[in-house]
């Protein structure tokens, strides 16, 4: 028994150090100031600088001007970012953007900053930190339904509790965060739930009643970003650089669970059997459920809040067939700078509960093999 005891105190302890790994986290960014923004000679240097993970790039740019502010053009500012000529998305956390855009890590990360000439036709607006926040609110807002079944907790949060959670985030501050978001009891998954249904048998919700005596679904949720490869790829170095947002799908789909007795627990490779069986099922194409993708605006009024979505996007239906289209083998995926394609054995309940970011969500990125 003391054996036991150990055992438990040992894997809660590593847990614990794994979700303070994620806080921790932070990528190296060697940022460079566009030459259309320089007005003064010499240029001015690179700047260098950490993203935190858990992080958004609207929220560094305070730092960033202040080393470039000296050559910047007059006006008003207009900041975004860029890689290998994709501007970035900013509601996606930076690790998230690291892992996906990165096939092969590049440290440091180097990244273009610009403070004029907006690409509204590509990304949505952005009004630094509050645009960041109020996204943040919506995304925690969206999990907790998910979660729970309403968002009436994150809702009804005081505006001390908010001003101090987003503080916590903001700074990667995890003991703060946890002292607060343990009042939103949206709390840890237990590990001893088993696959109920597809995710894309029961939408997210979904006002549906259970049966009498059932046990409530447990319901994670789950942002998968599935980018496209080329189809022969053998070294992630030789991954060509993703020139556009239409190689890249961007999917809510939460992961529903119930409990029952005697079976074991779910690894990820069963998750993302269910999230994704386009790729990981071992079912015939044909029986498989097209890859959902919400393309609603945000509401701040709406119980179900949704993530901002970016301008003109093509229709559903649309992206998924193009998700599956040519699509052959899963290449890489990757959770918070985790290389995983080889290790799929892992519990996926774990991962949920130490790996994801502080508005609840699990950020899964996926690289598949296609003919692009």
């Known amino acids: 028994m003391a054996a036991s005891a150990r055992d438990v105190g040992d894997a809660t302890a590593w847990s614990a150090e794994a979700a303070r790994r994620v806080w921790g986290g932070a990528i190296p960014l060697h940022v460079h100031l566009h030459d259309a923004d320089v007005t ?3 240029p001015p240097p690179p700047f260098l600088t950490l993203g935190p993970r858990i992080g958004y790039l609207p929220l560094l740019v305070p730092i960033i001007k202040a080393h470039f502010s000296s050559t910047l053009p007059p ?3 207009t900041v975004w970012f860029e890689y290998k000529g994709l501007p970035l998305k900013w509601y996606i956390p930076i690790g998230v953007l690291f892992d996906l855009l990165c096939a092969e890590p590049e440290r440091p ?4 900053v610009h403070f004029r000439g907006y690409p509204a036709e590509i990304l949505s607006p952005c009004e630094g930190e509050d645009s960041v926040k109020w996204s943040y609110n919506n995304s925690l807002k969206e999990a907790a339904f998910i979660i729970t079944g309403n968002s009436k907790n994150v809702m009804n949060m005081s505006q001390a509790d908010q ?4 503080e916590s985030v903001r700074k990667g501050d995890m003991d703060s965060y946890t002292n607060i978001s343990t009042r939103l009891k949206l709390g840890l998954f237990e590990e001893d739930w088993s696959v109920a249904t597809s995710s894309a048998e029961r939408q997210q919700g979904s006002d549906e009643p259970e049966s009498p ?4 679904p447990c319901r994670v949720p789950v942002r998968l970003y599935v980018r496209r490869v080329q189809e022969d790829l053998e070294y992630l170095e030789d991954a060509i650089a993703v020139s556009d947002w239409e190689s890249v799908s961007y999917i809510n789909r939460p992961f529903e669970i119930r409990k029952e007795e005697g079976k074991s627990y779910i690894t990820l490779a069963r998750a993302l059997e269910t999230l994704l069986p386009e790729f990981f099922s071992s079912k015939p194409a044909a029986d498989t459920q097209p890859v959902e993708i919400a393309d609603s605006p945000p509401d701040d009024s709406d119980t179900t809040p949704r993530t901002p979505r970016d301008r003109d996007p093509a229709p559903a239906s649309q992206r998924g067939a193009d998700l599956t289209k040519n699509a052959t083998e899963v290449k890489l995926v990757r959770v918070q700078g985790i290389d995983l394609q080889n290790n799929m054995d892992v519990p996926f309940l774990w991962m949920a509960n130490y790996l994801k970011n502080p508005e609840c969500y699990l950020h899964v990125c996926v690289y598949v093999g296609a003919g692009i």
């Open 75 to 77: 006006g008003v500012d």
């Open 213 to 216: 005596g059932s046990v409530r």
């Open 109 to 112: 990360w180097n990244l273009i």
């Open 40 to 42: 003064a000679l010499p």
């Open 163 to 166: 001003a101090a959670m987003w």
